[in-house]
């Protein structure tokens, strides 16, 4: 196959992989605590097709390849709900959940209370404390998160002092990029990543931080990937009528 097409089938390649990028961040505008992924791409090179005899070596052809996407762990807006269990986190810091799966992490910070009195998100995923789960009691009210994540409530009747029902777990890692999303806007850590404890992020409560995705940006992106898609498909259209024109010309006696 020509170099040309080698290397537009390899443009196309990236750029389709990139529109599903593109079409995740779209699809979780609205999805509260959700990090964009971003592509990153890089140059391929590699020497064409060529025989011993050649006279001299062919020059190297570049290829596009992309190489990874990475997480965009940029801090979305906060927006202010009133609902005494959401808290934001301000800073690089994660909330440790417990699903079916065993420990994910989460910057979503919507949360609600079960049938059990568990502190659960939205997904049913149970909200971990320092000593496990987090449970209220059915005559708990007045509850009150610091900005440690420390969790007080007042009990029944009781006015003259608060009790505490836990600390929500705040991580962080050494190398976030790491984290594997892990669907349901949760992360897992890989084998050889570590969660430690996070002493400097703080919780906002009443607030729930939002998508860090821009639409608009994300819609501007897309529109520039479909426009080079489709000058990359005229290239090799163009590329095939000249092969095409030029087997007619040389089948022709009359050429």
């Known amino acids: 196959m020509e170099n040309t097409l080698l290397v537009a089938l390899s443009r196309q390649m990236s750029l389709e992989r990139q529109i599903d990028v593109i079409a995740n961040n779209v699809a979780n505008v609205n999805t509260n605590g959700f990090k964009a992924n971003q592509s990153l791409f890089e ?11 050649f006279a001299a070596s062919d020059r190297r052809v ?3 390849q992309d190489r990874t996407a990475y997480h965009d762990f940029t801090q979305g807006p906060n927006e202010k709900t009133g609902n005494p269990l959401d808290v934001a986190i301000d800073g690089k810091g994660f909330i440790a959940v417990q699903t079916a799966a065993g420990e994910r992490y989460t910057r979503d910070g919507a949360f609600q209370i079960n049938s059990k009195g568990q502190l659960v998100t939205t997904g049913g995923n149970i909200v971990l404390g320092a000593n496990g789960p987090i449970v209220f009691q059915s005559t708990d009210h007045d509850i009150a998160i610091s900005s440690e994540g ?4 007042r009990e029944g009747n009781v006015t003259q002092f608060d009790s505490i029902r836990g600390r929500i777990k705040l991580v962080k890692f050494d190398n976030p990029q790491a984290l594997r999303k892990d669907g349901a806007n949760l992360y897992a850590a890989p084998a050889g990543t570590a969660a430690q404890p996070d002493t400097a992020s703080r919780v906002n409560q009443g607030f729930v931080e939002k998508s860090n995705v821009s639409a608009v940006t994300e819609m501007t992106r897309l529109m520039d990937v479909m426009r080079t898609y489709q000058s990359v498909a005229s290239l090799m ?14 089948a022709d006696p009359q050429a």
Request: net charge negative; charged share 20%; glycine share 4%.
């Open 62 to 64: 570049s290829f596009v």
């Open 150 to 153: 420390l969790i007080t409530v």
């Open 237 to 250: 259209q163009q590329q095939s009528d000249l092969r095409k024109s030029a087997i007619q010309t040389l």
């Open 43 to 53: 140059e391929f090179l590699n020497t064409g097709a060529h025989e011993d005899n």
